[in-house]
Nanobody
Framework: QVQLVESGGGLVQAGGSLRLSCAAS????????MGWFRQAPGNERVFVAAIKWGGGNAYYADSVKGRFTISRDNAENMVYLQLNSLKPEDTAVYYC????????????????WGQGTQVTVSS
């Protein structure tokens, strides 16, 4: 089991940047692929990015490709999501999750979730 806690969200103007962090507990963190999803009010949770166990491979939703970067530090049990060139449509609660497969792009692939961190982008 992996327990996850997200942080780093906030209010930012369009074109700005944020860095989200996801702290994981559990000795088996490096056994899991990790992913970021986001959920806007009234919408489903949608895939943003995923990263493989060792961190060498990453996969992105088309809507964020070239703007967002996922990374991980297995020594520190951390996963990050760098958000650049933010747009108002990026506004959502962002969640990190752990998965046994890669790339896992649906919420059903993930067995553990954090509580989420709010990202709000003003125009």
């Amino acid at each position: 089991q992996v327990q996850l806690v997200e942080s780093g969200g906030g209010l930012v103007q369009a074109g700005g940047s944020l860095r989200l962090s996801c702290a994981a507990s559990g000795r088996t963190f490096s056994n899991y692929a990790m992913g970021w999803f986001r959920q806007a009010p009234g919408n489903e949770r949608v895939f943003v990015a995923a990263i493989k166990w060792g961190g060498g491979n990453a996969y992105y939703a088309d809507s964020v490709k070239g703007r967002f970067t996922i990374s991980r530090d297995n020594a520190e049990n951390m996963v990050y999501l760098q958000l650049n060139s933010l747009k108002p449509e990026d506004t959502a609660v962002y969640y990190c999750g752990s998965a046994r497969s890669y790339p896992a792009t649906t919420p059903y692939d993930y067995g553990n979730w954090g509580q989420g961190t709010q990202v709000t982008v003003s125009s």
